[in-house]
């Protein structure tokens, strides 16, 4: 595997599921984020891991719950969704330098019931 | 301030035609300016980036060039390809920053 992974590509869930999403990156970085990409909006950014602490919060609502377990793995737990929430979930990785370029997995194509 | 605002929104160009895709901000602490291509199914992916010490970077058939005093910033495509047909994002970062400001997409499309 190479680059960055996110598990299961598709994920269809009711309001009342727990469900988690999970990435992985096999790029040695140190930085890893999650974001939300919905229709005709710009990619949100939602959470962003530093060396496995979170160092932002995007007013992200307490139905999305991160975690981050060491700098290679980043999940975003799911519960009590909204129809709203529905969209793409997008993990990155990058290595903090002067340019921080960031590496996206594929997405998770999530559709709340 | 922390907009970066994209147009168009969508775009149709013949096959050897040149694409453009143009980008604003408004936050002149931002120093790096990537564009993004994402195909459908497929994360972004970084195609090009720029700093605003030069007004124009080329690479292979894409370009971008960026007018500082105006703020805005453009992505061109020259002889565009059924290929490059995708959706596109602008983006913008601050020195130091990790935050990605990104802009709204344009999706592509090269008829052959």
């Known amino acids: 595997e190479t680059g960055v992974t996110q598990t299961p590509r598709h994920l269809v869930m009711g309001m009342t599921n727990k469900k988690s999403l999970k990435c992985e990156q096999h790029?040695?970085?140190?930085?890893m984020y999650w974001y939300k990409q919905s229709a005709k909006k710009p990619l949100e950014l939602m959470f962003v891991y530093n060396f496995k602490e979170q160092t932002e919060n995007n007013s992200v609502p307490s139905r999305f719950s991160p975690e981050c377990p060491n700098s290679s793995h980043l999940f975003l737990h799911l519960h009590t969704l909204q129809p709203e929430d529905s969209a793409l979930y997008l993990c990155?990785?990058?290595?903090?330098?002067?340019?921080?370029?960031?590496?996206f997995g594929p997405g998770t194509r999530l559709t709340v019931l | 301030q922390q907009q970066v605002k994209q147009s168009p929104q969508s775009l149709i160009v013949q096959k050897g035609g040149i694409s453009i895709i143009n980008c604003a901000y408004e936050?002149?602490?931002?120093?790096?300016f990537p564009w993004y291509q994402q195909f459908p199914g497929k994360g972004p992916a970084l195609l090009i980036a720029?700093?605003?010490?030069?007004s124009e970077k080329k690479e292979g058939r894409f370009t971008i060039s960026f007018n500082k005093s105006a703020k805005q910033f453009s992505l061109h495509i020259m002889d565009s390809q059924p290929g490059d047909s995708a959706t596109y994002f602008c983006?913008?970062?601050?020195?130091?920053?990790?935050?990605?400001?990104f802009g709204q997409g344009t999706r592509l499309t090269i008829n052959p």
């Open positions: 983006a913008a970062k601050g020195q130091g920053a990790q935050k990605l400001v």
């Open positions: 720029i700093r605003p010490d030069v």
């Open positions: 936050n002149t602490a931002f120093d790096y």
């Open positions: 790029l040695g970085h140190n930085a």
């Open positions: 990155a990785s990058s290595q903090e330098s002067l340019n921080n370029e960031q590496f």
